[in-house]
């Protein structure tokens, strides 16, 4: 099936997210500066597919996140679920949505409300959207939903901080999933957890998405986890998308010079490979959120910028299938 | 090696032989209660204390106010009836404690159950909502801190005349504002974390977030400090009566019994020693009944 024939679920249309940070001993007249955590990215999410989000350290991926599921409210953009602009919707309409969108934290532990049992966790957002339902049928709901995520359901009366990180994040994928939502957003879902753990946890969600025609949106910083669930990718840079594209184009040919130094950074698990590998670092810092580079953000670490990138900002440019937010794009593929 | 169906059956089938029926916070703070010795041993205490203080003066064939001119500074004695000595006035001790531990006892628990309702509510409300709110109800709070107490009962009792009620609202109107400042930053730690968003997440409304997830949180630091707050309130009381504030003579309380007591403890060290005891015991019992509350609220110290 082609991207066109897909049923769009999401579309992220110039999404701004700015953060007014005070500056330290400024006046109370200063004005605040603004934190450009998000800095108009589009992206667009289809039925059962999988969305993966990359980006180093503070590049606005969980904010991104946060601004689609409205715990953070978007500066300046839209947020389009099946046509309706969620940016716009106040509570009570949200609540209507919430089912059909629903988020898995990084920290599964920190997730999950020490003082209430699991089984009464994983109930919450049935008891809470959904107060028609028998009790007796919610823990039913709950127990089957326990068997489905590799939980006993005779564990309902124990306490988080009994499970080890990995039950711990089931039972966060278990409370997503009992209002059969259309989309879970998962940020760093597995960044917690130890990697033999991490397989079960990401083979787990491919495989309940397979079951429930899940979407999903699947923030890492981990690329090999990316490249192994993702149908497509977004590589985000300082609050942009840099390049966004199926998982195979993009990982088999990355276009934008960020996206080429950051996978040039991937480990090899051959020592023989692995030495004679050559990473491309880059220069410099990450440029402050609050005072981003004219032009292309990328600029100022990129290998092949040259006067023209500090001008001009560039957009998402090539196929459906593979895009790629780079002035110089034709050029450096020329060689 | 059986097949996966078969074991998959069998764990099955064995799931559904174990417990699977739901128990609240509470079922298991009781139970973690229950077993803990001082704690119990403290609130069957506390029970005892109690009862004697409610049918103490049923028991005895003096009245609290009745004078017994024969028995001035009457030491303890089975023999004629004051189990407990007498006081200066030859008033029954006996009698006296049991009535005086009512007032006490009273003044203690009501006064700081309205200081744990009224704080814990105010100040997670407070601490979740943050933003404007936070700085308006946190600024009223200050403005009630630095209303002279004293001030205040003394106005409420030339307004109102001498009422053991009054004293009540005097100590509920400043005890609660210690607590919510306590519970107010509590708050704004639990705030920040995950499982807050989470329930954000499926749409939990503000009151439901503060019942449900910020206020359990917070309980364990709340129940000790309101076990803390029970003898403060005792001796408040003993404060408030010494100034002539409190409970007027010829009622009593365990604060200006131990008053009294300490003025004539050179010869009569029954005066002191009989309320001493009391309320020392009163106190530790509330405080190992704090620990054991604390202890019971969080699951993990299980």
Redesign the interface.
């Known amino acids: 099936m082609t991207i066109a024939e897909k049923e769009l679920l999401l579309d992220v249309q110039d999404l701004k997210v700015h953060f007014q940070i005070k500056k330290e001993n400024a006046w109370p007249w200063t004005k605040p500066a603004d934190l450009k955590a998000v800095n108009g990215v589009d992206l667009q999410l289809y039925a059962g597919e999988t969305l993966g989000v990359v980006g180093e350290s503070g590049c606005g991926k969980s904010t991104l996140a946060r601004a689609i599921i409205g715990l953070i409210k978007a500066t300046e953009g839209n947020v389009l679920w099946l046509g309706k602009d969620l940016t716009e919707l106040d509570d009570k309409a949200l609540r209507a949505t919430r089912s059909d969108i629903q988020m898995i934290f990084q920290d599964p532990l920190a997730s999950l409300n020490p003082r209430m049992t699991i089984g009464d966790i994983i109930a919450e957002p049935l008891r809470t959207l959904r107060p028609d339902i028998p009790k007796q049928e919610v823990s039913d709901r709950v127990q089957a939903m326990m068997m489905k995520v590799g939980l006993l359901p005779n564990l309902v009366n124990r306490y988080p901080h009994e499970f080890s990180g990995g039950q711990c994040q089931r039972i966060g994928i278990a409370r997503a999933l009992i209002l059969e939502p259309k989309l879970i957003i998962c940020d760093e879902p597995v960044s917690a957890l130890d990697v033999s753990i991490q397989a079960q946890v990401v083979n787990l969600l491919k495989q309940l998405q397979r079951e429930m025609n899940l979407s999903l949106i699947f923030i890492a910083h981990d690329l090999s986890v990316v490249k192994h669930i993702s149908d497509r990718v977004v590589v985000m840079y300082l609050g942009n998308a840099v390049e966004v594209g199926s998982a195979e184009a993009l990982f088999a040919n990355p276009q934008h010079p960020y996206t080429q130094a950051l996978m040039s950074a991937v480990p090899i698990p051959d020592p023989n490979v692995e030495k004679s590998k050559e990473i491309q670092l880059l220069e410099g810092e990450l440029p402050s959120p609050i005072n981003p580079p004219s032009g292309c953000v990328f600029h100022t670490r990129c290998p092949h910028a040259d006067a023209g990138c500090a001008e001009e900002i560039p957009s998402l440019r090539g196929s459906m299938e593979h895009q790629s937010a780079c002035l110089r794009l034709e050029e450096l593929q020329a060689g | 090696m059986l097949s996966t169906t078969a074991n998959k059956e069998a764990?099955?089938n064995f799931?559904e032989q174990?417990?699977?029926?739901?128990?609240s916070?509470w079922d298991?703070a009781r139970r973690r209660f229950f077993n803990n010795r001082a704690a119990l041993t403290s609130l069957v205490i506390l029970s005892l204390i109690t009862l004697f203080v409610v049918v103490g003066p049923m028991l005895s064939q003096f009245a609290f106010d009745e004078v017994d001119w024969g028995a001035m500074h009457a030491a303890p004695s089975l023999a004629s009836g004051h189990y407990f000595g007498t006081d200066a006035l030859g008033r029954d001790l006996f009698v006296r404690i049991a009535m005086g531990g009512q007032i006490s006892l009273m003044v203690g628990v009501l006064g700081a159950l309205v200081a744990v309702l009224i704080g814990t509510l105010y100040g997670a409300t407070a601490g979740f909502v943050g933003g404007r709110t936070d700085r308006v109800m946190m600024r009223t709070l200050e403005i009630l801190y630095s209303f002279p107490f004293m001030f205040f009962v003394i106005l409420l009792v030339t307004f109102f005349g001498r009422n053991i009620l009054l004293i009540f609202i005097a100590i509920g109107a400043v005890s609660w504002l210690d607590m919510a400042r306590i519970v107010r930053g509590q708050t704004l730690s639990i705030k920040g974390?995950?499982?807050v968003?989470?329930?954000?997440?499926?749409?939990?409304?503000k009151w439901?977030m503060i019942t449900?997830?910020i206020v359990?949180?917070v309980?364990g630091i709340v129940a000790v400090y309101a076990t803390l707050l029970v003898p403060q309130m005792i001796l408040f009381e003993s404060f408030l009566s010494f100034l002539g504030l409190g409970v007027q003579e010829p009622m009593t309380s365990w604060g200006s019994l131990l008053n009294e007591g300490a003025q004539t403890m050179e010869i009569a060290l029954w005066q002191l020693m009989v309320p001493a005891v009391f309320m020392v015991t009163t106190l530790f019992c509330f405080n190992f009944i704090g620990d054991g509350l604390r202890d019971a609220?969080d699951?993990?110290d299980r």
């Open positions: 764990v099955e799931s174990l417990e699977v029926k739901g128990r916070l298991d974390k995950e499982f968003e989470a329930a954000t997440v499926y749409g939990v409304s439901a449900r997830h359990p949180n309980l609220l699951p993990k």
